[in-house]
């Protein structure tokens, strides 16, 4: 059984530019959700996916966006990147049970100059 | 969601029991209480979860106060790999899946 794969692991970017990660889930997950994880802190809501569809969304402006594939792999986009979006974002996959574990990756550690 | 109250650090002897407080008394009867850990440079991983009765797996065990306000992540036999930033969550079964509220957690100190 494959786990939760990140790509990048780690990336450097300057303000205003674009990001995109990517994500693939463990085999059978057809959820996906992505985390920020900020330095010392815990990992933040971002956004989760279910069939293709954004099906929920914590506190982040519109800058931040996804996408989910049919295979369930996954992307998050920033764009306008700003130093403040400097932290490690992590992707998540599970299925779609309302008590369901969550099996998350290494994440990809993004720094923005 | 209802919040959760964790010490901020713990230590703990090698090969001893360690008792992990988590304070949730604002719990709705539905809540599922979760906890999960992340080791340094990992992302977070599924430790237990459990609703009202005690809980046991191959990592850890759960002990749910009868009041559910309150609940204890018991590692029976500390190693030095258990040391990590452990997370206990609400979830309601019936918000988004995928979202988990963490807060700080307890970081985990294993002394040899």
């Known amino acids: 059984e494959t786990g939760v794969t990140q790509s990048p692991t780690h990336l450097i970017k300057t303000r205003g530019q674009q990001v995109t990660l990517r994500c693939s889930s463990q085999?059978?997950?057809?959820?996906v959700s992505w985390y920020q994880q900020a330095l010392g802190q815990g990992p933040q809501f971002i956004f989760q996916y279910y069939r293709e569809e954004e099906n929920g969304r914590g506190n982040f402006p519109p800058r931040f966006s996804g996408l989910q594939f049919p295979n369930y792999s996954s992307e998050l986009n920033v764009n306008a990147l700003e130093l403040d979006d400097s932290a490690l974002y992590l992707c998540?996959?599970?299925?779609?049970?309302?008590?369901?574990?969550?099996?998350f990756g290494e994440g990809s550690r993004l720094t923005v100059l | 969601d209802a919040k959760t109250t964790q010490p901020n650090s713990m230590e703990s002897n090698e090969e001893e029991p360690v008792h992990l407080p988590c304070n949730h008394s604002t719990i709705s009867g539905t809540d599922y209480i979760h906890w999960y850990r992340q080791l340094p440079s990992q992302g977070p991983e599924y430790v237990i979860h459990?609703?009202?009765s005690n809980v046991n797996n191959r990592m850890a065990s759960l002990a749910i106060a009868e009041d559910r306000k309150s609940s204890t992540l018991i590692l029976h036999r500390a190693t030095l790999r258990d040391a990590a930033v452990y997370y206990c969550i609400l979830r309601d079964p019936g918000g988004s899946q995928g979202n988990l509220i963490f807060g700080k957690g307890t970081k985990l100190s294993v002394k040899p």
């Open positions: 998540a996959s599970s299925l779609a049970v309302s008590t369901g574990e969550l099996f």
């Open positions: 085999s059978g997950h057809n959820t």
């Open positions: 459990g609703l009202t």
